[in-house]
């Protein structure tokens, strides 16, 4: 896991993407209409961006809200502890279905474990 916080990697990440570019502020402020003091600011992390400014940011960067959100998400952890782990059980078919891994947008699937009680059928 990360040392830094959500909105410092944001900050990071949205600096990262104009320099990527090449741009310089005064370039992403014409871009944006955002104002070089307000980009400063937001990469700096001394404010958050909203939802409106950084939708115009992702506009710029050719990004979705979500993928850019994604790439400053911590890390999970690979597998839940087991009091973590949440279950479902249908009284019926005596069929138990309990969620191993966490759900998080890094992973591709998910990791569940199915139990069908002794003697039962569905």
């Known amino acids: 896991m990360s040392a830094l916080n ?8 949205l600096a990262e993407l104009r320099l990527q570019r090449g741009w310089s ?3 992403l ?14 990469e700096r992390a001394e404010t958050s961006p ?12 050719g990004l979705t809200m979500s993928r850019l959100l994604s790439e400053v998400e911590e890390e999970a952890a690979l597998l839940l502890k087991a009091e973590q782990q949440p279950v479902w059980q249908d009284t019926l078919s005596g069929f138990q279905l309990r969620n191993v891994s966490p759900p998080a947008s890094q992973f591709k699937a998910e990791l569940v474990e199915g139990v069908l009680a002794s003697g ?3």
């Not at 959500?6 to 990440?13: G, H, K, P, Q, V």
């Not at 402020?29 to 937001?42: D, E, N, V, Y």
Request: glycine share 2%; charged share 25%; proline share 0%.
């Open 6 to 13: 959500t909105e410092d990697r944001l900050a990071a990440r």
């Open 50 to 61: 909203t939802a409106a400014l950084l939708n115009r940011l992702c506009v710029a960067y």
């Open 25 to 27: 502020l005064d370039e």
């Open 120 to 122: 039962r059928a569905h």
């Open 29 to 42: 402020a014409l871009a944006t209409g955002i104002s070089r003091a307000s980009l400063s600011r937001i």
